[in-house]
């Protein structure tokens, strides 16, 4: 027979070549259970092979070498084989014992264990030298039975004699259930293991990010120190006249409004004041005469309404104005700080929504943009769906394309007050399956630096959504996140409030996690599907 090609190794502990393996569970797919063709155990669901690095060395050091197969008495049992029971004179390896017989078979003698119907059901396991430890030693009978009180394996007869009232089950019971645990246990390690290893990539990630960042950060330091002072002076001019603008226009209808109060104080003192000599006046008859003569009060400003916003007036615009290094010549051939200059609202505006009928008045119609996508994620249903494919969705080459991750961007901006709704379909307990995310337009695209990534920089906000639970990441700060898991999730954005906050969305709205702070640019919906057939789709609310 050929050599092992691509060794690999079941969780059972037996050796395949990596395509046969996969070939036999293949056919097995439709079943739901996956068996080892040797010892025929079952596993559900599909396990995770390893490459079996000792007998990979052993099979290339066989080939530089030219070695060939062992001689022809490699089937005889060497000191540490299991021999024969059957075999007579030089006896043969065993290649099964049989917990029934409590006997070991070389391949030749095992013939009637697989063809005969009377020997079938009995039950074969690699080689053991300890068959004799299955015999109860009180009464010499196989012992089927296991004693969960003095948690022992027993014989029928130990059942119903010294165990008699103790806790016992068949030993195929037991093992059933400990299989169970072990499987249990093993899941919690695989889960593990795979935690860990993503935490090690990001870590291997950060270096390169760090050195590709560094030496980066050293160009472009010069360029910007460079353009900067006289572009700032050319801009400073306008930003000032702007505010101050702003600001008289601000203060103008904080004076009317003043105006209009301490009216209202002086016309309320004066009424009171009548008021008052009325009701001291001692003749009966003429506080009788007089009363109906009172003039009516006008009509109130509503004073008691009005809420005064926190004083941070035009710290917006101080922000606006720090992030112009990082994109000073597009920010000030534009009007960005203008805007925000022109956003201030001296005045509270609307309270947040509470019901999702109040959200629903800021839903945002949002379309995935295709120059942006990663190449194996499909846009679908009008560009609003994305799915995550095993095959090269072949897109041209663009700059504002994701190369490293795989996520995309919408094609609208986000300002102001927006809402909008993304259903997810993803496996249960999948590692990193689907992010929900806002970003800065100016998010890196090219190559797989953590400044790409939605969950590891200070220019996105993003919620992991696994199936069973959440967790929210901010610049590779994780936090965990409690809540009912719904398929749809609710994003709504107040820009210039500084407020985002996601919701888990079922037959109620329940606040899974909101973020307080400063926005200084436009930004843009996003979505990271990283596991094979899962799904996000902004979902249509109008």
């Given at each position: 027979e050929d050599l092992l090609k691509d060794p690999v190794t079941t969780v059972c502990g037996h050796s395949y070549c990596k395509s046969c393996i996969n070939t036999h569970w293949?056919?097995?797919?439709?079943?739901?259970?996956?068996?080892?063709?040797?010892?025929?155990?079952?596993?559900?669901?599909?396990?995770?092979?390893?490459?079996?690095t000792t007998l990979a060395a052993l099979l290339e050091e066989l080939k530089k070498t030219g070695l060939q197969a062992a001689p022809a008495d490699h089937c005889y049992a060497g000191p540490e084989d299991v021999a024969c029971d059957v075999c007579t004179g030089r006896k043969r390896k065993s290649i099964k014992s049989c917990l029934n017989c409590l006997a070991s078979y070389c391949e030749k003698h095992l013939q009637p264990h697989l063809q005969s119907a009377a020997l079938k059901n009995h039950k074969l396991v690699d080689p053991s030298e300890k068959l004799q430890e299955n015999i109860c030693s009180h009464?010499?009978?196989?012992?089927?039975?296991?004693?969960?009180?003095?948690?022992?394996?027993?014989?029928?007869?130990?059942?119903?004699?010294?165990?008699?009232?103790?806790?016992?089950v068949s030993a195929a019971a037991e093992r059933t259930e400990r299989q169970r645990e072990l499987r249990l246990r093993r899941q919690t390690i695989q889960q593990r293991v795979q935690d860990t290893e993503y935490d090690l990539t990001l870590l291997q990630q950060e270096e390169e990010a760090v050195n590709g960042s560094a030496d980066e950060a050293v160009e472009d330091s010069e360029e910007i120190f460079t353009v900067?002072?006289?572009?700032?002076?050319?801009?400073?001019?306008?930003?000032?006249?702007?505010?101050?603008?702003?600001?008289?226009?601000?203060?103008?209808?904080?004076?009317?409004?003043?105006?209009?109060?301490?009216?209202?104080?002086?016309?309320?003192?004066?009424?009171?004041?009548?008021?008052?000599?009325?009701?001291?006046t001692e003749d009966h008859n003429q506080l009788l005469h007089n009363y109906p003569s009172l003039s009516p009060l006008s009509g109130s400003t509503h004073s008691s309404s009005i809420r005064i916003r926190p004083l941070r007036d035009f710290e917006d615009v101080t922000a606006a104005v720090s992030q112009v290094r990082g994109r000073l010549q597009d920010i000030l051939s534009e009007t960005e700080i203008l805007q925000v200059v022109s956003q201030v609202d001296v005045l509270l505006r609307e309270p947040e929504p509470e019901t999702r009928a109040d959200f629903l008045k800021y839903s945002s119609e949002i379309t995935l943009d295709p120059n942006t996508a990663y190449r194996y994620l499909l846009l679908s249903e009008g560009n609003r769906k994305v799915t995550c494919m095993r095959e090269d969705q072949s897109y041209s080459a663009h700059p504002d394309r994701f190369t490293g991750w795989r996520q995309v961007l919408s094609r609208e901006s986000l300002t102001g007050r927006c809402y909008w709704e993304v259903e997810v379909e993803v496996e249960p307990g999948v590692i990193g399956a689907v992010h929900i995310a806002v970003t800065y337009k100016n998010i890196r695209r090219a190559g797989r630096s953590l400044q790409c990534q939605f969950v590891s920089n200070d220019k996105s906000w993003s919620l992991y959504c696994g199936g069973d639970s959440y967790c929210f990441y901010y610049n590779r700060i994780k936090t965990p996140v409690s809540g009912p898991v719904s398929s749809r999730v609710g994003v709504y954005l107040d820009h210039s409030a500084g407020v985002l906050s996601f919701y888990s969305v079922s037959d109620t709205m329940t606040l899974l996690?909101?973020?307080?702070?400063?926005?200084?640019?436009?930004?843009?919906?996003?979505?990271?599907?990283?596991w094979i057939g899962s799904t996000a789709e902004f979902c249509k609310l109008k």
């Open positions: 293949d056919d097995e797919e439709e079943r739901g259970s996956y068996s080892c063709p040797q010892c025929r155990q079952t596993f559900t669901p599909r396990p995770v092979l390893w490459k079996n009464h010499d009978k196989v012992m089927k039975m296991f004693c969960r009180t003095d948690q022992q394996c027993i014989c029928y007869l130990c059942s119903v004699e010294e165990h008699k009232d103790h806790d016992t900067m002072i006289p572009l700032l002076e050319e801009r400073s001019s306008d930003v000032e006249q702007q505010i101050r603008s702003q600001q008289e226009t601000e203060l103008s209808r904080v004076r009317e409004l003043q105006e209009r109060l301490e009216q209202e104080i002086t016309e309320l003192k004066r009424k009171d004041h009548e008021l008052k000599q009325l009701s001291d996690h909101r973020v307080q702070t400063t926005f200084t640019q436009p930004l843009y919906a996003g979505v990271s599907v990283y």
